[in-house]
Structures are given as structure tokens and as C-alpha cells.
T-cell receptor, first 110, second 115 residues
Framework: SQQGEEDPQALSIQEGENATMNCSYKTSINNLQWYRQNSGRGLVHLILIRSNEREKHSGRLRVTLDTSKKSSSLLITASRAADTASYFCATVSGNTPLVFGKGTRLSVIA | DAGVIQSPRHEVTEMGQEVTLRCKPISGHNSLFWYRQTMMRGLELLIYFNNNVPIDDSGMPEDRFSAKMPNASFSTLKIQPSEPRDSAVYFC?????????????FGPGTRLLVL
């Protein structure tokens, strides 16, 4: 069964706008990771946030984690056409490997 | 660093044929994962290995699927006999430790079409 569920399933924005994607999960986690997948490519890791962290930044990316609500969000600021991709959250619980959600498809229109 | 290498990149075969997908993980990584991705089911974990030993194959759809990791630098996923519903993109990924929560590094995938 899939642990993470991304919302929305698809998102279309103009270049320069911010994009926010959400992820909800069901059980307690060790950490949560976000990945990007460009069309026809493998997934690439973006950022990891541990269960005792609330916010993390990496360049134009900001990730938040609310363990009480079992949710995380990924914010991409000042989006670019090159950010067009699918974004996945993945959770780590106990001794099990990553469990991926179905992803959010982001389209950034120039 | 060459990253995770998969071959072939594309495979077209006829129903009933045997298909073998290959993966070379990043040197030094001791965990290897095989995933299948389709529009309908998303990204599914099929099987993963730690130190060349299969740890969990509960995601393997049925007995037609088998995976091996004879050494730390090579793994295969075999489908015999193949069926049209096996058409998907198959990814291999590796990491330093599969269950410690480290990042996984994905290969480019093998796009399989079974006619």
C-alpha cells in the first residue's frame, strides 16, 4: 500500500509564480523525501526532512513537515519552465524502504 | 561517477517471450531496488536487495517475475513468459543503506512494451 499521497495530482502555473505541492501519509515516519522526475527520466532526489525537523530549505525549494497532521509540503519559489516535472514524496518508516506516492505533475508555462 | 546504469533502455517483445533487464548500481552502494512505473499504478517497489541478498520480494507480481543479484555490481530482473500487461517502465535504484532513510539514486529506466 502506498504511504504518501500527493495533492494536487496536477498543477499548472505561470513562470515566476510559486508552486506548492502537498503530501499526506498514514503512519509515523523516520524521514520524508521529495523527488523530481522529468519526462522519460528516472527520479532524482531533491531534499530530505527528518521527523524531528519542521522546515528545510534548498535553493528555491522549501519543505515543511507537520508530524501531528502527517503531512508535508514542497514549495518551489519563482518557478521556471525547467521545473516542469512530476514531484513525488516518499516516506521511510521503521526498517522498511522508501514508499512513494503517485506524484504531482507540475507544468510551468513560460 | 556514472550513476546507476540500466540496459536496455527500450525493449519491444512479443507476448510469451523472455525479457531480461539489467542494472549496475553505483559502486559502494549496498542496497538495490527494482521498481515498475505505470500511469495506472504509479511507482511500485518490486523487490530490494541488501548486500546482494533479497530482503523483500512481496511486490513481485507473480511467479513470472524473478530477480537476482549475483554480485555487488550487477542485478537482473527477468520476466518469463512476458504478457502485454507487463508493459511499463522498469527502474533500478541503489542507495548506501536501503532502510536507513538515505536517498535512492535511480537509473534512467527500461521502457518495456510487450505486444
Amino acid at each position: 500500500s502506498q504511504q504518501g499521497e500527493e495533492d494536487p495530482q496536477a498543477l499548472s502555473i505561470q513562470e515566476g509564480e510559486n508552486a506548492t505541492m502537498n503530501c499526506s501519509y498514514k503512519t509515523s515516519i523516520n524521514n520524508l523525501q521529495w523527488y523530481r522526475q522529468n519526462s522519460g527520466r528516472g527520479l532524482v532526489h531533491l531534499i530530505l526532512i527528518r521527523s524531528n525537523e519542521r522546515e528545510k530549505h534548498s535553493g528555491r525549494l522549501r519543505v515543511t513537515l507537520d508530524t501531528s497532521k502527517k503531512s508535508s509540503s514542497l514549495l518551489i519559489t519563482a518557478s521556471r519552465a525547467a521545473d516542469t516535472a512530476s514531484y513525488f514524496c516518499a516516506t521511510v518508516s521503521g526498517n522498511t524502504p522508501l514508499v512513494f506516492g503517485k506524484g504531482t505533475r507540475l507544468s510551468v508555462i513560460a | 561517477d556514472a550513476g546507476v546504469i540500466q540496459s536496455p533502455r527500450h525493449e519491444v517483445t512479443e507476448m510469451g517471450q523472455e525479457v531480461t533487464l539489467r542494472c549496475k548500481p553505483i559502486s559502494g552502494h549496498n542496497s538495490l531496488f527494482w521498481y515498475r512505473q505505470t500511469m495506472m499504478r504509479g511507482l511500485e517497489l518490486l523487490i530490494y536487495f541488501n548486500n546482494n541478498v533479497p530482503i523483500d520480494d512481496s511486490g513481485m507480481p507473480e511467479d513470472r517475475f524473478s530477480a537476482k543479484m549475483p554480485n555487488a555490481s550487477f542485478s537482473t530482473l527477468k520476466i518469463q513468459p512476458s504478457e502485454p500487461r507487463d508493459s511499463a517502465v522498469y527502474f533500478c535504484a541503489s542507495s548506501l543503506d536501503g532502510t536507513s532513510g538515505r536517498f535512492q539514486y535511480f537509473g534512467p529506466g527500461t521502457r518495456l512494451l510487450v505486444l
